[in-house]
């Protein structure tokens, strides 16, 4: 039979960013449910050595996928510029994110620019890990304190079969390992569970780093893009990961770090560390998400199941001023209503989406 072809590519130009609906465009904003701008993420890339079947699967991004050519990234100087102004309403925190980050060239050199234009923010990373060993010296010279690495199961055959690249788990772990002895500690594991595929694996995996100073954190499978498959009966609810957990390990609920941080805190009673857990879909955050994502290509996007984001490449390309590229965010960001997650339905989630790897998790 022949192979469905599923549309990925991202629309280039964009949404039109809207009029500005009220003063001032500088400082911190609120959206129109009172939710306050605090971490931005970036994408790097939209590249990945991995083909994770829950992001990039092979049927779709294979080996004649097109993807974004280098002039359509956005340069790390232009890269900063916008964390510069992302900085001026408020943001707190950024992460570099992918497709796989350490792909891009240089990212360390990124990293550094960041660090000193912007030393007061929360600056950390998200990594498959493929690439960590090699670079967590250099990631933590250039001023990098803090890594995430994803890591779906610690069986290697179910982990090579969900990363579809080959890669084995041993050398994730051993990059953790390398990266906390590089000072990026602790480090946070993320672990989308998947029904039926690596839901096993959830005590082993809390067994693992319990006690190591590391924090684990279970991911309910997302209908993130359109691409990944997703069904409801797919999903693992985050209540049952708990459960599990505590019969082996007993646990108690913790005080969130910050208002709107997305995974719900757990600790286990004997002095163990702590785990956490995001329920994107069966106990949506919504309400207090306060997270903007910055593509590849250079657009907004409000929300990580937005179909489409807001062109602020042709700002930063076309001659506009710092204060034009503020005065757009605060436009986007006070017009925002997106509660993707509080009305999900298997209707929308076949809509399509942008993808993951363009925007970042």
Not at 61 to 77: G, S
Request: proline fraction near 5%.
């Amino acid at each position: 039979m022949p192979k469905t072809v599923i549309p990925v590519a991202p629309a280039r130009r964009g949404l039109a960013i809207p009029a500005l609906s009220r003063d001032p465009s500088s400082g911190p904003l609120a959206d129109t449910r009172g939710r306050g701008l605090r971490d931005l993420r970036i994408s790097v890339t939209d590249r990945c050595n991995f083909r994770c079947t829950y992001c990039m699967p092979r049927d779709v991004f294979d080996e004649n996928h097109e993807f974004l050519p280098h002039a359509e990234l956005l340069t790390f100087e232009e890269i900063v510029r916008v964390a510069r102004v992302f900085r001026g309403h408020g943001i707190a925190k950024i992460r570099l994110t992918g497709g796989e980050p350490l792909l891009r060239r240089g990212i360390e050199d990124l990293v550094a620019m960041l660090s000193q234009a912007l030393p007061d923010v929360d600056l950390t990373l998200t990594t498959n890990g493929s690439a960590l060993k090699q670079k967590a010296r250099a990631l933590y010279a250039s001023g990098l304190r803090r890594v995430t690495v994803s890591l779906d199961s610690l069986d290697d055959a179910t982990f090579r079969a969900m990363n579809d690249a080959d890669f084995p788990v041993a050398k994730v772990l051993e990059a953790i390992d390398v990266a906390a002895a590089e000072g990026l500690a602790p480090v946070k594991i993320n672990m989308v569970v998947k029904r039926g595929t690596n839901d096993h694996q959830v005590v082993d995996m809390a067994r693992r780093f319990r006690g190591s100073g590391h924090i684990v954190r279970f991911i309910e499978f997302m209908d993130v893009g359109a691409t990944n498959g997703w069904k409801m009966d797919d999903v693992l609810p985050s209540a049952e990961v708990v459960r599990r957990i505590g019969e082996t390990f007993p646990c108690e609920p913790v005080n969130p770090n910050h208002f709107g941080e997305v995974a719900r805190r757990w600790r286990y009673k004997d002095g163990g560390g702590e785990f956490g857990i995001i329920s994107s879909v069966t106990q949506a955050f919504c309400s207090s998400c306060n997270r903007a994502r910055l593509s590849t290509d250079g657009s907004l996007y409000t929300c990580l199941f937005a179909p489409e984001g807001y062109d602020l490449k042709s700002i930063i390309r076309g001659g506009g001023s710092d204060e034009d590229l503020s005065r757009a965010i605060a436009a986007v960001w006070q017009r925002r209503e997106d509660r993707y997650s509080e009305i999900r339905t298997a209707e929308t989630a076949r809509l399509r989406k942008v993808e993951m790897s363009f925007i970042g998790g």
